[in-house]
């Protein structure tokens, strides 16, 4: 998938060879975009009567089946509802899961061991060589693993843990403004505006999703639009995403009802279906501050008595500012699409652990040219430790209007290529510091 901007067209060739398939403007093109339900729909059409250019939200879902280069048949989506935060039982989800794992389990030369954790990278005496990890079984037994290379691929927040309870890298001082490993911490700045239709006309089912299926705008993002008259940088992208209607987050009923009891269960039934309640209308950007970081923290423990993760956190001016222009924005198309109460929901300071905030939190070992004030380097190995290389998220500066997850798969086959073709023909650092 390439994702491009208004002044070009999403180009690809297909397996064959054959002619491009071209998209629209902002479009990034799949192999076919999945058919979009009816709110998915109604949110294009009012888009596009407000002179936006709407296009279908890549997703990792097949629309046909398909069997990818390893042999692995996958099915087409069927739409279950059950798909944005589980696995996918129809093997229509591109997860490792669905497209790599079951070749990988009958390799000779490949273990995998599930329901372990990591809880140590290992060093030698010089801190310099990794020569493995510990892990924890089921049972709550402790093994060590010795490996020539380790490669850690976590989640952003726990990459970010095992390197400082690993003791890699040094530990970002934001007083001082020195050490790396929780430095450039950014998430998302995230909103929504909820509509609420007449029941008697719209039918929305909102039972019906798929992980990621929605129709978007993207004249907000980025630098896809001037900024000066709105005093902020950045943006994000605007859309209706309906994924499912997991219980309680998909009650919702219009400002004034009740928050229990008779009127509150009348007001639920009658507008479950009728009420467009994206998973994230706005999907904005998030950038870098000093006083944004991770750490460890000094009083709480997890079951092995390791400090967990801590977030220092909050909003700045500027993703506020950013955040109501795009909510606004949304908002004025989902009251074109005909609803008859529009309830938008800004994101607010400070930082409220209690409202979902999306999982996309990106940086805390970030990549750079400089080892003063980055962890890894451009193939997203340790400046410290030459033959351990961290993936994911956590590798980003910054967090930018877009969701991370096509750039971490590109980084990784970048890291993948680098690892192969120089790494281990002459192991070592592959970048002088």
């Known amino acids: 998938m390439r994702h491009v901007g208004h002044r070009g067209q999403s180009e690809r060739r297909n397996s064959r060879g054959r002619k491009p398939v071209r998209g629209p403007p902002f479009a990034a093109v799949s192999d076919p975009a999945q058919a979009q339900p009816f709110s998915h729909t109604l949110f294009a059409k009012a888009a596009r009567e407000l002179g936006y250019k709407p296009f279908p939200q890549p997703s990792g879902n097949l629309s046909r089946a398909y069997t990818n280069p390893l042999g692995v048949?996958?099915?087409?989506?069927?739409?279950?509802?059950?798909?944005?935060?589980?696995?996918?039982?129809?093997?229509?989800?591109?997860?490792?899961?669905?497209?790599?794992?079951?070749?990988?389990?009958?390799?000779s030369n490949f273990s995998a061991r599930d329901n372990s954790e990591v809880t140590k990278i290992n060093v030698d005496r010089s801190g310099k060589h990794a020569t493995g990890v510990t892990f924890v079984d089921t049972s709550g037994e402790e093994w060590e693993q010795p490996a020539d290379l380790v490669i850690l691929s976590a989640y952003s927040l726990f990459n970010v843990q095992l390197l400082l309870?690993?003791?890699?890298?040094?530990?970002?001082?934001?007083?001082?403004?020195?050490?790396?490993?929780?430095?450039?911490?950014?998430?998302?700045?995230?909103?929504?505006?909820?509509?609420?239709?007449?029941?008697?006309?719209?039918?929305?089912?909102?039972?019906?999703?798929?992980?990621?299926?929605?129709?978007?705008?993207?004249?907000?993002?980025g630098d896809n639009f001037d900024h000066g008259p709105h005093g902020f940088v950045g943006g994000g992208y605007v859309g209706q995403v309906q994924t499912g209607a997991r219980p309680?987050?998909?009650?919702?009923?219009?400002?004034?009802?009740?928050?229990?009891?008779?009127?509150?269960?009348?007001?639920?039934?009658?507008?479950?279906?009728?009420?467009?309640?994206?998973?994230?209308?706005?999907?904005?950007?998030?950038?870098?501050?000093?006083?944004?970081?991770?750490?460890?923290?000094?009083?709480?423990?997890?079951?092995?008595?390791?400090?967990?993760?801590?977030?220092?956190?909050?909003?700045?001016?500027?993703?506020?500012?950013q955040n109501r222009f795009l909510t606004d924005k949304f908002a004025d198309i989902v009251k074109a699409m005909g609803a008859n109460q529009v309830a938008k929901?800004?994101?607010?300071?400070?930082?409220?652990?209690?409202?979902?905030?999306?999982t996309h939190v990106n940086g805390g070992a970030v990549m750079g040219a400089d080892p003063k004030v980055s962890a890894i380097n451009r193939y997203l190995q340790s400046w410290d430790v030459s033959n351990l290389f961290v993936l994911g998220a956590s590798a980003f500066p910054q967090n930018a209007g877009y969701n991370p997850t096509g750039t971490v798969a590109a980084l990784?086959?970048?890291?993948?290529?680098?690892?192969?073709?120089?790494?281990?023909?002459q192991p070592g650092p592959l970048v002088d510091a």
């Open 73 to 107: 048949r996958l099915g087409p989506c069927t739409y279950c509802g059950f798909c944005e935060w589980f696995g996918c039982a129809n093997y229509s989800k591109a997860s490792p899961q669905t497209t790599i794992l079951p070749v990988l389990v009958r390799k």
């Open 165 to 221: 309870l690993s003791g890699v890298g040094q530990p970002y001082d934001p007083v001082a403004n020195t050490g790396v490993i929780g430095r450039n911490y950014t998430h998302q700045t995230i909103s929504t505006a909820n509509g609420f239709f007449d029941n008697k006309k719209f039918n929305f089912n909102p039972f019906i999703g798929s992980g990621s299926i929605g129709m978007c705008i993207d004249e907000f993002n």
């Open 248 to 321: 309680i987050e998909s009650t919702l009923t219009p400002p004034g009802t009740p928050k229990w009891g008779a009127a509150w269960k009348s007001a639920v039934r009658d507008n479950y279906l009728s009420t467009v309640k994206p998973g994230t209308g706005v999907h904005g950007s998030f950038y870098a501050y000093r006083d944004v970081y991770l750490d460890l923290d000094p009083t709480y423990k997890d079951r092995f008595g390791r400090p967990l993760m801590r977030m220092t956190i909050d909003f700045h001016e500027n993703e506020l500012k």
């Open 345 to 358: 929901q800004y994101r607010t300071a400070p930082y409220d652990i209690t409202i979902y905030q999306t």
């Open 412 to 425: 990784a086959f970048w890291a993948a290529a680098a690892i192969r073709n120089q790494y281990l023909k």
